[in-house]
């Protein structure tokens, strides 16, 4: 950190991560020390290349104010990565309340016996950050490629109760296909029971109608006979 009278300027180095084919950028926050208005302005020596944003300004009393520095797509790597680039920062007193608006460059004019205050900025190129490598599991070097006896066990319990609840909804699925079947098999039963009841129930009335000594005969057969049906009926209500 530098230790201007006026600002303090973090850091001293723009460090750039180096890429071809891509704008990258970096900050500076300047922090104003005094109890007065701070105005500065930012120049380097390769302007076509850099974007400073803002390249003026007021820090107010005590206060920060970041600055981003933008260095413009390269279409080649600099030879041993290393970069002549500077940026010379100045900072002068001004007016209470003054705005950007009122920055003029004959405010950092020396030979007009205005105190300027000068820091001096590098620039360094580093290595961008590298993806990590795809790695198979297991086969990291210096670790074991089988896991640890505490993994094992808690993946076979995962698994086992993994396996039981399936079993589990498996049966219950298993048992209720059972059960439906079951229901619709004793609803056919009762079904063909009511209609041998009926039928039988018809042959006696045309009995009835016939009359005779035979008839009577008959009838008692029918009435044994619809009573066993009768009793098959309450079965089969009671069962379903």
Same mark, same amino acid.
């Given at each position: ?26 900050? $500076?926050?300047? *922090?104003? #020390? =005094? ?5 500065? +302005?930012?120049? %380097? ?42 940026? $010379?920062?100045? *900072?002068? #007193? =001004? ?5 950007? +608006?009122?920055? %003029? ?136």
């Amino acid at each position: 950190m530098s230790t201007g009278e006026l600002l303090s300027i973090e850091p001293l180095e723009l460090k750039f991560p180096f890429e071809l084919k891509k704008q990258i950028s970096c900050s $500076l926050q300047l *922090s104003n #020390k =005094t109890d007065s208005y701070v105005a500065f +302005k930012v120049k %380097t020596t390769n302007p076509k290349k850099y974007c400073v944003r803002p390249n003026t300004g007021i820090v107010l009393p005590r206060s920060t104010c970041d600055v981003i520095v933008t260095m413009q797509v390269q279409k080649e790597a600099p030879p041993d990565m290393q970069c002549k680039d500077k940026f $010379l920062l100045q *900072s002068v #007193k =001004t007016n209470d309340g003054a705005t950007p +608006k009122d920055i %003029t460059p004959e405010a950092f004019n020396k030979e007009a016996g205005h105190v300027v205050d000068e820091c001096k900025l590098r620039v360094v190129y580093v290595a961008p950050p590298q993806p990590p490598s795809p790695v198979p599991e297991g086969s990291e070097e210096g670790s074991s490629p089988r896991a640890t006896v505490t993994e094992n066990g808690n993946l076979g319990a995962e698994f086992s109760n993994a396996t039981k609840g399936l079993s589990e909804q498996l049966e219950t699925s298993e048992r209720s296909v059972e059960a439906r079947a079951l229901i619709a098999k004793l609803e056919e039963e009762k079904l063909n029971a009511l209609q041998t009841n009926n039928r039988l129930r018809q042959e006696l009335e045309l009995l009835r109608n016939q009359g005779g000594k035979s008839s009577g005969g008959v009838s008692i057969i029918v009435v044994i006979v619809i009573g066993l049906i009768g009793l098959l009926l309450g079965y089969l209500m009671k069962k379903s």
